[in-house]
């Protein structure tokens, strides 16, 4: 071999080496791929102020929270109550961004007639449908929780609207309500209106037709949580 055709070593400066780190960003970006540094970055910076605190007074206690996410159909139950299904979905970090994993999230509601009502162990038991009012999951290591319920119904001058608490030890427990993007009940809505502007765009989920699985029009919507506070990794 030829010793002098080998290219001898080079040894880059800083700048240099910064210059090659934004090029090879760029190429990934021009083919399409996101590199796992960017992909981070973007995960976890998208949140906001921390989410606002709403009344509580309708909780169920935690002796009737069904230890359940889907509060269409509870386990034994081989159809879904009838309504309109609505799929929820989140994400719940605290304000640095960072995921809140094995929080505890309990949700509950009015059924489409907008009532408060919970389902009791003997309807629980039998085959025919119920709607449960209520329900729980906990998130998973990226802070994320879903639900499968019921459209609400409004009800007096109160929008439809899906309450939600959420326990953490880490973290001071949170009282929250989810409204709904769009909805025109929400302007007479005494409540809602009560908080201000700023506020009341941290309390509406986006809401939207679940577009290729809805052969009867299912719902879906998005609501991420923010929890005061920060955990004592400040990286993720």
């Known amino acids: 071999m030829d010793m002098a055709s080998l290219s001898p070593r080079k040894n880059f400066t800083r700048r240099q080496m910064l210059g090659l780190a934004v090029s090879g960003s760029l190429m990934l970006a021009c083919a399409g791929i996101t590199s796992p540094a960017a992909a981070a970055d973007k995960f976890i910076n998208k949140c906001h102020a921390p989410?606002?605190?709403t009344s509580s007074s309708s909780y169920p206690g935690v002796s009737k929270i069904i230890l359940s996410n889907n509060l269409a159909r509870p386990a034994g139950k081989a159809v879904n109550a009838p309504g309109q299904l609505l799929y929820i979905e989140g994400r719940i970090t605290d304000e640095n961004c960072i995921p809140v994993s094995n929080a505890i999230v309990d949700i509950w509601q009015t059924n489409p007639f907008g009532k408060y009502r919970w389902a009791v162990?003997?309807?629980?038991l039998t085959p025919?449908?119920?709607f449960a009012g209520n329900g729980r999951a906990v998130t998973d290591n990226l802070g994320r929780y879903q639900f499968l319920t019921l459209f609400p119904g409004g009800y007096g001058r109160n929008a439809p609207h899906v309450h939600m608490r959420i326990n953490h030890p880490d973290y001071k427990s949170?009282?929250?309500?989810?409204?709904f993007r769009g909805d025109r009940r929400n302007a007479?809505?005494?409540?809602?209106?009560?908080?201000?502007?700023a506020s009341q765009a941290l309390l509406l989920?986006?809401?939207?037709?679940r577009e290729g699985e809805n052969p009867e029009g299912d719902l879906k919507t998005r609501f991420d949580i923010v929890l005061k506070g920060g955990s004592d990794f400040r990286s993720y």
């Open 188 to 197: 007479d809505d005494p409540r809602f209106q009560a908080f201000k502007p």
């Open 121 to 124: 162990r003997d309807e629980l």
């Open 174 to 179: 949170l009282d929250t309500t989810m409204y």
């Open 51 to 53: 989410t606002p605190a």
């Open 205 to 209: 989920s986006n809401i939207k037709v």
């Open 128 to 130: 025919e449908p119920v």
